[in-house]
């Protein structure tokens, strides 16, 4: 994410712990790193930063990862400790929701910041205890690399920065004129957010979100194809498709937005983020009982999830007719993609228990988490979430 408004400087700029506690006095900070990375959060995306990478080079952690759900590390530090948090996927939308008021509230050097948040897919909290002022500036550089490796960005009581420590936020807490940000905000207010009743989609919802989506993802295909001559007709179709009512109700703002731009526009983030939707689909596609469920190392075929479908046709008969399963199946399918994604993770962790994965290398076991991150967001939608 680059500023486009004023930019601190990458060597020079106002420290996130610059101003330093009394050397009796523990230092207690805390820091929330947002990704906009496609490919989730895994253990070696915290264990391979520069700011770590020799105190975490043995094997001397590994016995302070929580390997059920990978959800939490203590990083003992010379005088310290650093404490590593993964957000709850249901505590992420109450949470994303108090930093747009937070950003309101104050000037923006990054004019495209509040529109990033729709990317944002994980989110973690770190916090710093220590007596240290060298703990101190690596907890800094630490939430710097983060945000640099999941193409993110930070947010602190006194600023939002990006991953090379430019301010897209900067409020001057040190001149005593400003408390900072309202941030974090307290986990009760999170709470009281949420809502109380969950709303399942049915299944008109679900057929026209996946077709909303088959487009995206075959959207995605031509664009990484150019777009040429030969591609831009079949762009500007699958865009006038999502335009149209009803397939327009099954995309996010996000994905709408996207849909919108002309032939090129995309990056290559985008496209390469749209192609996974195929593997949403396939989810949904299972609910409404038009498909098998895929094997966990199994990637899909778009071609016959986009035929299936009948992206740019009219809703047939038998599109009309498909009933969901139960909510009963799709929860077991749910704990079942979770159990994956979390087996995947395990295996990424070099958890020695994981029998299934352990074997397979990097690339292979981000791919199998990358699926069942993918199918879960089916999965989870269909229950509400």
């Known amino acids: 994410m680059q500023p486009s408004g004023k930019r601190g400087q990458p060597a020079g700029h106002r420290r996130p712990l610059a101003k330093r ?6 230092l207690r900070v805390r820091a929330h790193v947002f990704s906009l990375r496609t490919a989730p959060f895994a253990y070696p995306d915290l264990r391979s ?16 990862v929580d390997v059920a759900r990978l ?12 404490v590593w948090k993964r957000t709850p996927s249901e505590a992420l939308p109450p949470l994303l929701d108090a930093l747009r008021r937070a950003i309101a509230a104050h000037a923006l050097l990054e004019p495209a910041l509040p529109g990033t948040l729709l990317r944002v897919r994980e989110a973690m909290e770190l916090c710093l205890e220590s007596e240290s002022d060298i703990d101190a500036d690596t907890f800094d550089e630490l939430v710097l690399q983060l945000c640099e490796r999941l193409e993110g960005f930070s947010v602190w009581r006194h600023g939002i920065f990006d991953g090379l420590g430019r301010a897209l936020i900067d409020v001057d807490t040190a001149s005593g004129q400003s408390a900072g940000l309202e941030w974090p905000p307290e986990p009760r207010a999170w709470r009281a957010q949420a809502p109380t009743a969950v709303s399942r989609p049915d299944a008109t919802a679900t057929v026209t979100r996946a077709r909303a989506l088959c487009a995206l993802a075959r959207r995605g295909l031509l664009e990484a194809a150019g777009p040429t001559p030969e591609t831009t007709p079949g762009i500007e179709t699958l865009r006038a498709f999502c335009e149209a009512a009803p397939v327009r109700d099954g995309l996010t703002p996000e994905e709408a937005t996207l ?3 002309n032939p090129g526009a995309w990056s290559q983030r985008t496209l390469v983020e749209a192609t996974w939707a195929t593997e949403t689909v396939v989810a949904l596609a299972w609910a409404l009982g038009l498909a ?4 966990d190392e199994e990637m899909v075929e778009s071609e016959p999830l986009y035929a299936l479908f009948e992206v740019g046709e009219p809703v047939s008969e038998r599109l009309a007719a498909a009933r969901l399963r139960s909510p009963a199946e799709i929860r077991l399918r749910l704990e079942g993609a979770r159990f994956v994604h979390a087996e995947a993770l395990r295996a990424l962790a070099d958890d020695v228990t994981t029998m299934r994965f352990s074997s397979r290398g990097l690339d292979h076991l981000s791919t199998v988490a990358a699926l069942a991150a993918s199918r879960l967001r089916g999965l989870e939608w269909l229950s509400g979430a």
């Open 259 to 261: 849909m919108a731009l």
């Open 21 to 26: 506690a009394a050397p009796c006095h523990c």
């Open 292 to 295: 098998d469920f895929p094997g």
């Open 71 to 82: 959800d939490r590390l203590e990083i003992e530090l010379d005088d310290g400790r650093i």
């Open 49 to 64: 930063p520069p700011a770590l990478e020799l105190m975490l080079a043995g094997d001397g952690l590994d016995a302070a």
